[in-house]
């Protein structure tokens, strides 16, 4: 009796919002590590692994953002060029003498503003998603090319040095700035996804929106509130951007928001709204920045390794898909079973 409630108690708990796939990908992340270490002994020596939690550090920034949109049921197509117009704008203020740290706060709220953009259009124009933030994510680029008349910066300078040893250089206990900033930005947004109202509006908005609408939630607040933390998130990534080059690059962030779909629903995200973890994003980021890493020391050139990230994404979406469409249907046939033996 006691083992029956303890499987009921798990079976539960890997029901809860995608636990059992956190716990999947988990198991194949370490599955990965497994094989690349035999390749390559120096796959899992410290100095790899310092390099490599750096490297999964943004792409598990700018997938917190995306995670939090395609819970709603959306997707934020704009990710990569905010990163690349925050990256510009930051730099550029730095290089025209704005002190770091002003031209940092005035980077964020700019990108912020487009994530407002982003929520107006789809929650309150009735946009979709995908047509919204192209538009946005061909406007920002717009934005980082002329922001300084279509020329890279030049270097950022000695008087940024602080902020670039916050955003990438220095380091604390250990470990450097760049993933302790991805840690603080996951355990806040974590906290407000799974402990508060707010967190519990944007699940129940993924869910079934016209549902969430007659129980009282304000569903375009909950939108717009998405897409601010996404835009928020890809600033900065943004400034970690310029502060790793020490410069403003015009074609930073390209290929993000592919990454930060990839980390979120390898993660086990669904596309399809209501359901996934940020804990699964941690893993899903930590598997793109191994396979990354991976490929790179068995020799496989860039393209290789994004046409195997593509395709994993691919089939992650492919199977979350099946999975939920066909779980009505599974309901469905029960219920005509249970029916057929009370009738008989």
Not at 29 to 48: H, M, T, W
Not at 66 to 81: A, P, W
Not at 126 to 150: D, E, H, S, W, Y
Not at 235 to 244: E, F, H, N, P
């Amino acid at each position: 009796m006691e083992n029956r409630e303890k499987q009921n108690a798990w079976k539960k708990l890997m029901a809860v919002r995608g636990m059992g796939q956190v716990v999947t990908v988990t198991a194949g992340l370490i599955v990965l590590c497994i094989v690349f270490a035999v390749l390559n002994p120096s796959f899992y020596s410290g100095r790899n692994v310092g390099n490599l939690l750096r490297q999964v550090a943004p792409i598990l920034i700018i997938g917190i953002g995306q995670s939090y949109v395609l819970i709603t049921g959306n997707i934020d197509l704009s990710i990569g060029s905010v990163v690349g117009m925050s990256c510009m704008i930051s730099a550029t203020l730095m290089t025209k003498g704005m002190n770091p740290w002003a031209a940092m706060l005035l980077t964020l709220v700019l990108c912020v503003g487009v994530g407002v953009l982003n929520g107006l259009l789809v929650a309150q124009c009735k946009l979709p998603p995908f047509i919204a933030t192209l538009g946005t994510m061909t406007v920002a680029r717009g934005v980082a090319q002329i922001v300084n008349n279509n020329y890279n910066t030049d270097a950022i300078g000695e008087a940024a040095q602080g902020y670039r040893n916050l955003f990438y250089y220095g380091s604390t206990f250990g470990l450097y700035n760049t993933i302790w900033i991805a840690l603080v930005l996951f355990l806040g947004f974590n906290f407000l996804l799974s402990k508060t109202r707010t967190g519990r509006h944007i699940y129940a908005v993924g869910s079934n929106i016209e549902a969430s609408k007659l129980s009282g939630i304000n569903t375009d607040s909950t939108t717009i509130k998405v897409y601010i933390v996404s835009a928020f998130c890809a600033g900065v990534v943004g400034l970690i951007t310029s502060a790793t080059a020490g410069m403003g690059t015009m074609d930073a962030g390209n290929m993000y928001e592919m990454y930060a779909v990839a980390a979120s629903v390898i993660g086990g995200v669904s596309t399809l709204g209501g359901q996934g973890l940020l804990a699964g994003t941690v893993v899903g980021a930590a598997i793109w920045g191994v396979l990354q890493n991976g490929l790179q020391f068995a020799g496989a050139p860039v393209a290789m390794r994004n046409i195997v990230i593509g395709t994993i994404v691919v089939i992650s979406v492919l199977l979350d898909v099946v999975i939920r469409t066909g779980k009505p249907k599974k309901a469905k046939n029960n219920t005509k079973l249970v029916t057929a033996q009370k009738e008989s």
